[in-house]
């Protein structure tokens, strides 16, 4: 239950971000910010439980594919351009 309520914030919040920040030519800059997001929550997901480590970045990666993570993709949005006189 915790896990789905982790990954459904997760998604929430990267899609606003990629929503706020998709323009054209940003793309490699919302890339770079999901992969640190991916790193963080790596990181913090890891911090359960004593000396051992959670799961490896191996099984965190597959985990990931499968949850179905939002990934950044650049959105074309046809509008047209209005002059005002």
Same mark, same amino acid.
């Given at each position: 239950?915790?896990?789905? %309520? @982790? %990954?459904? +914030?997760?998604? *929430?919040?990267?899609?606003?971000?990629?929503?706020?920040?998709?323009?054209?030519?940003?793309?490699?800059? #919302?890339?770079? !910010?999901?992969?640190?997001?991916?790193?963080?929550? @790596? =990181?913090?997901?890891?911090?359960?439980?004593? =000396?051992?480590?959670? !799961? +490896? #970045?191996?099984? !965190?990666?597959?985990?990931?594919?499968? #949850?179905? %993570?939002?990934?950044? =993709?650049? *959105? %074309?949005?046809?509008?047209?351009?209005?002059? !005002?006189?």
């Amino acid at each position: 239950m915790k896990g789905e %309520i @982790f %990954i459904k +914030t997760l998604n *929430r919040r990267l899609r606003g971000h990629y929503n706020y920040y998709n323009v054209p030519g940003n793309l490699s800059a #919302l890339w770079r !910010f999901y992969s640190w997001a991916e790193a963080c929550a @790596f =990181k913090w997901l890891n911090r359960r439980g004593g =000396k051992r480590k959670s !799961f +490896t #970045l191996k099984i !965190f990666t597959k985990a990931i594919d499968l #949850l179905g %993570i939002a990934k950044p =993709k650049m *959105r %074309i949005v046809n509008r047209q351009h209005r002059v !005002f006189t």
